[in-house]
């Protein structure tokens, strides 16, 4: 998906904390996504980032280095309810163009 | 108003036939959208609508893809001649504009199997 890379699969333990990465093509951009998606179910949106620094809303934090292409989302206190596709989305001047996904499994 | 719609759920089909997809978005959204997900990947632009023009559509669209957006409303997906590669779920999603730095609301999708 046009040059947006996150890993393929993530596993993190209940009540920690995991940090996905997403890496993306920095020409035309205008801001970075983060969604959602539990298996077979539609992508929900959690955040974005136009701007630098970390957005916070709860567990989830959404961090934007626009200078570096780069992009974290971080979940805190892990639930097994977490365990979900992470998929990193950017957007330009043009509809979202979506990374193919971070598959985190959560265990007990 | 209970947000983005699509029908049918599933669909299996033969080889060869013709399909056809409803998405109902958000009301108040003018800018509505079609992906399409295979198993392990991300949902891959297919095209997308201002109001009931047709802006962009993805190299992905070969010309046995068709859709519309007749009134602005609801959207409709069309494919012709199906192939096992058409096998895959179709999203539909739709967002307010008119800039680009808002989210996009997702339905459940129309799970196509072409057997």
């Known amino acids: 998906g046009q040059n947006i890379d996150q890993p393929t699969e993530m596993t993190a333990t209940e009540g920690a904390i995991v940090q996905i990465n997403c890496t993306y093509q920095?020409?035309?951009?205008?801001?970075l996504f983060w969604y959602q998606q539990h298996a077979g179910e539609a992508p929900t949106f959690l955040s974005y980032?136009?701007?630098?620094g970390l957005e916070e809303k709860g567990r989830f934090s959404s961090f934007l280095s626009r200078s570096k292409g780069y992009s974290y989302l971080l979940l805190k206190e892990l639930q097994m309810k977490d365990s979900a596709s992470y998929l990193c989305?950017?957007?330009?001047?043009?509809?979202?163009?979506f990374g193919k996904g971070t598959r985190l499994s959560v265990i007990a | 108003d209970t947000g983005v719609s699509q029908d049918p759920r599933h669909k299996i089909t033969k080889r060869g036939q013709n399909v056809t997809f409803r998405c109902d978005p958000i009301s108040e959204h003018n800018r509505l959208y079609w992906y399409r997900q295979t198993l392990g990947q991300g949902p891959e632009f297919l095209t997308y609508f201002q109001n009931e023009a047709q802006l962009e559509k993805s190299r992905l669209l070969s010309d046995r893809f068709s859709a519309e957006r007749p009134k602005g409303s609801f959207s409709t997906l069309e494919i012709q001649r199906t192939e096992q590669g058409d096998s895959a779920m179709y999203l539909c999603a739709s967002s307010p504009g008119p800039t680009w730095v808002t989210e996009a609301f997702f339905g459940q999708g129309t799970r196509l199997t072409v057997v």
């Open positions: 920095t020409s035309g951009f205008n801001g």
């Open positions: 989305a950017r957007g330009g001047n043009t509809p979202l163009v």
């Open positions: 980032n136009v701007l630098d």
